[in-house]
């Protein structure tokens, strides 16, 4: 089969959209977190977790949570697992809306940035 002008853009389009796609995968993605985003909760989490599609570099990786009051304390950023890294909260959390901001790198080194949201609603 003899490739015309057309055939060649078409197949030279298809290569670079395939690598472009690699690329993409490359990075790490946030797969899964505790709480769960849009969670309510009834009683405040001792932690967060993130789970990824990779292992986090945890010297780059990190994780914030802010309030009603602002910035919360978050304890040192640690991994529960190979794809994971948690962080303790501290103090309590009251009742409230949180936004569960993060940044990890996995192997290729390149930091992915993302947010979360949770509300704390205990029964009284």
Do not use: C
Request: zero cysteines.
């Amino acid at each position: 089969m003899k490739l015309t002008p057309f055939r060649l853009r078409i197949a030279l389009a298809v290569t670079i959209a395939s690598a472009l796609s690699a690329l993409v995968l490359a990075h790490t993605h946030l797969e899964k977190t505790e709480p769960a985003d849009g969670a309510v909760l009834k009683a405040a989490p001792s932690h967060v977790e993130l789970w990824f599609n990779e292992k986090p570099d945890l010297t780059v990786s990190k994780i914030t949570v802010a309030g009603p009051s602002g910035a919360i304390a978050m304890g040192p950023t640690h991994s529960m697992s190979d794809k994971s890294m948690m962080a303790d909260i501290k103090p309590h959390l009251s009742d409230g809306n949180y936004i569960v901001s993060w940044q990890a790198a996995g192997d290729d080194g390149h930091v992915s940035k993302g947010q979360f949201k949770f509300s704390v609603k205990s029964a009284h």
